[in-house]
């Protein structure tokens, strides 16, 4: 999955009207202190998860595009002050609750609206989905599929939970196409990883829980681990009941290429283990339910002397927790400050372990740029995003833009010579 482009017709203090578009690799959120990076960060990270519960009691309006293999997905949502607009029709036959009827907890006068326009390949149809407070209708290939009323609040869900749902009723040959699509994208939810020790923090306060049905497991909420994580942990309680004094320990050479590992290796350390206490084990007929937390962590050292993460220094806590947060979220990065306290042998390594993720990063370092390839002007221009403040009307507004195409091709033109670094080019061309 792919964010290809974002346009914000309002949302807090983003002046009304942006529009950005992405690359699909790096993409550099670049402006001075104050200027609304962070805040495009954070709202990157709730399109990217499609949430907006945590705006329930806020008005805004947003429409983006994703990119999937097979099909393109254009989203508007939105909880503006009521228009008078026509809702879903609802037939008389679909006239049941999706949901079982709950109290509204949207802010009064504040009405959400959600539309989901799917773009399947060829022979694909074209669905469109929209809803709001009351209800939801679907449409394919421009004829009305079904409608349905709904007692719950819209933004309570993700758009993936509320695509799922309402999808159970569309013919097999498209709903089980979004069933495959959705058991990827309901999970991924990247949060930013910040310019401080918030991620580092995040992981000793992390708590997973998995439930088995027959072959299957399904994890109990949103899953912030590394992918292999749930597998080894399911085998090695099975392996080790009842684990040694309630928890697990997982050594950095069990997972070659796993997190673990790759701290040793950069931080120096001759050994590591990954302790995870198992709090909670259940068997029933059929599967059974685990719960794992306190999670902590263990480094030798090469004299032989052993430290806790609380022991580590700030720059080593923030390469454990990049390098980690990098195994949870395997298709984005969303990184405030990325070089914050990093040494420059550790700010390469981690723009090189981006791999093919799709990554938003923002650092007041140049040590940052020294490792950013740019390969056309027109990846320039996506890959760049600048941040500043303007007045209109009386009121300072924070302006996000990519570069125009003559600036993006001038920068290019001087990146391709070769002989200043992008740094210095940035602050040259009025990015930085």
């Given at each position: 999955?792919?964010?290809?482009k974002?346009h914000i017709?309002g949302y807090?203090?983003i002046a009304?009207?942006?529009g950005?578009v ?5 993409n550099?959120?670049l402006g001075?202190n104050?200027?609304?990076r ?5 709202l990157?990270s709730?399109v990217?998860?499609?949430?907006f519960?945590g705006l329930?009691r806020?008005?805004?309006?947003l429409e ?13 949502v939105r909880?503006?002050?009521a228009?008078g607009a026509?809702r879903?029709?609802?037939t008389a ?6 949901l ?5 907890e949207?802010a009064p006068?504040l ?9 399947l390949?060829?022979p694909?149809p ?8 009351t209800?939801?209708?679907w449409?394919?290939d421009g004829?009305?599929a079904?409608?349905?009323?709904m ?8 758009v993936?939970?509320?695509l799922?749902m309402?999808?159970?009723r569309?013919e097999?040959?498209?709903r089980?196409p979004?069933?495959e ?6 999970l991924l939810?990247?949060a930013?990883?910040?310019?401080g020790?918030?991620?580092f923090q995040?992981i ?9 049905r027959?072959?299957e497991?399904?994890p109990l909420?949103l899953?912030w681990?590394p ?7 399911r085998?090695r309680v099975?392996?080790?009941?009842p684990?040694p ?7 950095h ?6 997190f673990?590992?790759?701290f ?5 350390f ?5 302790r995870v ?5 259940r068997?029933?007929?059929g599967?059974?339910?685990l719960?794992f937390g306190?999670f ?10 052993v430290?806790t993460q ?8 923030r390469?454990?927790s ?5 195994d949870?979220n395997e298709?984005?990065?969303i ?5 914050n306290?990093l040494?420059p042998?550790?700010?390469?390594a ?8 799709q990554?938003?990063?923002?650092s007041?370092n140049?040590?940052?740029?020294e490792h950013i390839p740019?390969g ?7 890959s ?5 403040t303007e007045l209109r009307?009386g ?5 996000c833009?990519?570069?125009s195409p ?10 391709q ?9 940035l602050?040259t061309h009025?990015?930085?």
């Amino acid at each position: 999955m792919k964010l290809t482009k974002l346009h914000i017709h309002g949302y807090r203090d983003i002046a009304p009207g942006t529009g950005l578009v992405f690359s699909p690799a790096l993409n550099l959120v670049l402006g001075e202190n104050g200027t609304g990076r962070t805040t495009l960060l954070e709202l990157i990270s709730r399109v990217l998860a499609s949430d907006f519960s945590g705006l329930i009691r806020e008005e805004f309006s947003l429409e983006y595009a994703l990119s999937f293999p097979g099909m393109e997905l254009h989203v508007t949502v939105r909880n503006t002050r009521a228009t008078g607009a026509s809702r879903p029709a609802v037939t008389a036959r679909e006239e049941s609750a999706l949901l079982l009827p709950r109290p509204p907890e949207a802010a009064p006068g504040l009405e959400p609206f959600m539309e989901l326009v799917l773009e399947l390949d060829a022979p694909g149809p074209r669905l469109v989905m929209r809803a709001d407070a009351t209800g939801v209708a679907w449409e394919v290939d421009g004829q009305p599929a079904y409608s349905q009323t709904m007692y719950w609040s819209l933004l309570d869900r993700t758009v993936w939970v509320v695509l799922f749902m309402t999808a159970q009723r569309l013919e097999p040959e498209v709903r089980e196409p979004l069933k495959e699509l959705l058991r990827r994208t309901f999970l991924l939810a990247p949060a930013r990883f910040d310019e401080g020790l918030g991620t580092f923090q995040q992981i000793g306060n992390t708590q997973y829980g998995m439930e088995m049905r027959g072959d299957e497991v399904f994890p109990l909420g949103l899953m912030w681990l590394p992918a292999w994580m749930p597998g080894l942990l399911r085998e090695r309680v099975a392996r080790e009941m009842p684990p040694p004094a309630g928890h697990l320990d997982i050594r950095h050479d069990e997972v070659e290429r796993g997190f673990l590992a790759r701290f040793v290796s950069l931080a120096g350390f001759s050994a590591g283990t990954f302790r995870v206490e198992l709090l909670d084990k259940r068997s029933y007929e059929g599967g059974g339910r685990l719960e794992f937390g306190r999670f902590g962590f263990r480094f030798t050292r090469r004299d032989g002397a052993v430290l806790t993460q609380e022991q580590l220094g700030h720059g080593q806590k923030r390469l454990l927790s990049f390098l980690y947060y990098l195994d949870v979220n395997e298709d984005f990065v969303i990184a405030d400050e990325l070089a914050n306290s990093l040494h420059p042998r550790h700010v390469e390594a981690c723009v090189r372990e981006l791999g093919r993720r799709q990554s938003f990063l923002t650092s007041q370092n140049p040590l940052l740029f020294e490792h950013i390839p740019l390969g056309s002007a027109e990846e320039a221009r996506a890959s760049l995003l600048h941040c500043g403040t303007e007045l209109r009307d009386g009121r300072e507004w924070k302006v996000c833009t990519n570069p125009s195409p003559e600036t993006a091709a001038k920068l290019f033109g001087a990146y391709q010579r070769g002989d200043t670094p992008l740094a210095t080019l940035l602050r040259t061309h009025g990015l930085w």
